[in-house]
């Protein structure tokens, strides 16, 4: 899980600089075909933050910070401040779980919510631009007076499963190894934040996935055997030669709603099941929500094929897993 855990990290950092690009020529003539870490560039040709706002009603609900000037801006690239190598908000907060777990040592979703309160409205914990619209929407509640375990929105975006392999890493790490378990705590993490059915049937399908990857069951007999509403692998067999910018883009969608984007992960991760670095840098050129489909994509491929060095030396937040992590022996250090 560790494996996923990194492979996660490494796939959201890959496709940070091209997240929401629907132009695909403006993503060619803005970054090439890359095949490493890039850092991103303004103007965003097809940012909407232009059309965003988001106005705290008191200090529980001041997440953005700085950031929050940027808003109604046109041409603002989300992740602006972040540096190649680099993770997104979202995954930062599955660096900051990961670290929590194995440092506290134990793992309870009530004092895991009320860190995440306090680590969102710390002021420079991070210097990402966009915040999903599931965290404005948890801390417009919290403002509101609602308990921290109410302050869900019904969300069924996919980055709903952006902590998950995280959270199986710490558990992992915490010798809770019982499949029953592990997928009880990521849909009760999921539904605390996305509480909507699509992204809770998301929840247990990414980790009954993950969990029988690391079994040792091949990633296609896997994605042929397990139930996944709208996973077609006779379809996914009917498209392999197909430009991945026709199957993600005009057979299935490139946006961020599951269950399709959950689905149009599956896809790369079945058509290259066997090549970790070509699924990544594939699923990013496609455009679109690549950030969060590259969580379930290099979770699934980091078990199954293993991450390769070349991304962890220049990861950033591999800085803050050896440096916080040195005194739990045997991870990641």
């Known amino acids: 899980m560790q494996n ?92 900051e779980l990961y670290r929590w777990i194995i440092l506290r040592g134990e793992y309870n979703l009530d004092s895991w919510l009320s860190h995440y309160a306090e680590v969102m409205l710390t002021p420079g914990w991070h210097h990402d631009t966009y915040a999903e619209e599931y965290h404005r929407n948890f801390f417009t509640r919290y403002a509101r007076g609602n308990p921290l375990t109410s302050c869900a929105s019904p969300d069924y975006h996919i980055g709903a499963l952006s902590l998950i392999p995280g959270l199986l890493a710490g558990l992992e790490a915490l010798d809770i190894t019982d499949p029953s378990t592990l997928i009880q705590h990521a849909v009760s993490l999921v539904r605390a934040t996305h509480d909507h059915e699509y992204s809770i049937r998301a929840a247990a399908d990414f980790t009954r996935i993950l969990l029988h990857t690391n079994d040792g069951t091949p990633i296609r007999k896997v994605l042929a055997e397990l139930p996944v509403p709208g996973v077609s692998v006779s379809k996914f ?97």
């Open 4 to 95: 996923a855990f990194l492979g996660s990290l490494v796939g959201d950092a890959i496709a940070m600089p091209v997240h929401w690009y629907y132009d695909r020529d403006s993503l060619d003539r803005d970054y090439g075909d890359f095949d490493d870490y890039l850092s991103p560039r303004n103007p965003h040709p097809d940012s909407i933050l232009w059309r965003s706002s988001y106005k705290p009603i008191s200090p529980k609900s001041d997440i953005l910070k700085e950031q929050v000037q940027y808003w109604g801006v046109r041409g603002v690239h989300y992740h602006q401040f972040l540096q190649a190598g680099e993770n997104t908000l979202n995954l930062k907060l599955s660096v």
């Open 237 to 333: 067999m009917n498209w392999v030669d197909l430009p991945d910018r026709v199957v993600v883009g005009e057979k299935l969608s490139t946006a961020c709603y599951l269950p399709e984007s959950f689905v149009a992960s599956l896809y790369f991760v079945w058509k290259y099941h066997d090549d970790f670095s070509l699924s990544l840098l594939q699923n990013a050129k496609v455009g679109g929500d690549n950030c969060h489909r590259a969580v379930v994509v290099g979770g699934i491929l980091g078990i199954g094929c293993g991450v390769p060095r070349k991304w962890l030396r220049s990861l950033v937040s591999m800085d803050d897993l050896r440096c916080d992590l040195r005194v739990a022996k045997g991870l990641i250090i």
